[in-house]
């Protein structure tokens, strides 16, 4: 019981750090485009 509490917590734990590397990616992707964005938003 304690081992699938413990592998609870890393998979949750991993979830959110993949989370917040594809938002930080996500981030960069629209600053490096953001004109191109802009324009297709028109």
Request: glycine share 8%.
């Amino acid at each position: 019981m304690q081992e699938a509490a413990r592998r609870a917590v890393r998979d949750y734990v991993a979830r959110g750090r993949h989370r917040d590397r594809v938002s930080e990616a996500a981030r960069r992707v629209m600053d490096a485009h953001a004109g191109a964005l802009r324009r297709l938003g028109e």
